[in-house]
């Protein structure tokens, strides 16, 4: 694996786990690969909290892990070197953290601050990065405003990372649909 890799899928579809067979095989490829998690989901409540422990404990062993809820950037440029993938799960959680706050109001002009900014950080960045993400927007049109906006949002935050990365993997009951992105002509 040598650049960046979008895992898209509906919830429940095996996402997190193809991401980690993606990090484990990075792992068996050289011993002196590293693997980190940047985890990006907060534990609003305690489904939330016994979500967030259940993947630390299915995770990996050898994978370093590292919460960023919103300034996913930092964390990736913190973690970014030769030899180590980094594996972001989730966008979703990501875009949700900054759209839809446990505590306060969201802010939309820091939102597409940080959105360029990842943008703009991942054809320079030094380490392959895999991301996971929700593909949300199969469903019926949703009746409030701020769900249609947060749809829309992360439609264009997965098209925006999918241009950047190499190959895009789509979930569909726990089996990988993959492929290398095209570009537009």
Same mark, same amino acid.
């Given at each position: 694996?040598s ?5 898209v ?6 996402k997190?786990?193809?991401?980690e ?7 068996a ?8 998690v940047?985890?990006?989901?907060e534990?609003?409540?305690? &489904? ?8 630390r404990?299915? /995770? ?10 919103r300034? @996913? ?11 180590r ?7 979703t959680?990501w875009?949700?953290? #900054?759209l839809?706050?446990?505590a306060? &109001?969201?802010d939309?002009?820091?939102w ?12 320079? @960045? ?11 927007g #199969? ?5 409030? /405003?701020?769900?249609?906006?947060f749809?829309?949002? @992360? ?12 190959d895009?993997t789509?979930?569909?009951a726990?089996?990988? #649909?993959t /492929?290398?992105?095209? &570009?537009?002509?």
């Amino acid at each position: 694996m040598s650049s960046h890799h979008l895992v898209v899928g509906g919830q429940r579809s095996g996402k997190s786990r193809h991401a980690e067979r993606l990090a484990q095989r990075w792992l068996a490829a050289d011993p002196a690969h590293r693997v980190t998690v940047v985890a990006t989901a907060e534990a609003w409540d305690d &489904e939330m909290r016994a979500r967030i422990a259940r993947h630390r404990v299915e /995770r990996l062993e050898g994978m370093d892990t590292v919460e960023a809820p919103r300034a @996913l950037c930092g964390a990736l440029q913190a973690q970014a070197e030769p030899g180590r993938l980094i594996v972001v799960d989730c966008l979703t959680m990501w875009l949700t953290n #900054w759209l839809m706050p446990a505590a306060g &109001e969201p802010d939309p002009a820091a939102w597409r601050a940080e959105r360029d900014a990842l943008l703009a950080l991942l054809p320079q @960045l030094v380490s392959p990065v895999v991301f996971v993400s929700n593909e949300v927007g #199969w469903g019926i049109v949703p009746l409030s /405003r701020e769900v249609r906006a947060f749809v829309d949002e @992360l439609g264009w935050l997965n098209q925006g990372v999918a241009r950047c990365c190499s190959d895009v993997t789509l979930m569909v009951a726990g089996q990988p #649909w993959t /492929r290398p992105v095209v &570009e537009e002509t």
